[in-house]
């Protein structure tokens, strides 16, 4: 399953996850880090990372594999 709507942040990322995604798309935030030309973008990416990793630290979670829905709050 690829998911693509509104992922802005690392959490998203884990949660879709969790959920079942295979790949989770994010497309604006790119773009706005396009604007500031390589280095915006590379920032980006930098971002992304540090937020999944601080959300699997946070999760108790050591691997993207190991995430399941048992963390997500869907109510």
């Known amino acids: 399953v690829y998911v693509d709507a509104g992922f802005t942040r690392g959490t ?7 959920l079942g995604a295979t790949a989770v798309g994010i497309g604006r935030p790119w773009l706005y880090a396009l604007g500031y030309g390589q280095e915006g973008v590379e920032h980006l990416i930098e971002i992304l990372k540090d937020e999944l990793v601080t959300s699997m630290k946070l999760s108790g979670v050591t691997d993207v594999d190991h995430a399941h829905p048992g963390m997500v709050n869907t109510a």
């Open 12 to 18: 998203d990322i884990l949660k879709a996850v969790a």
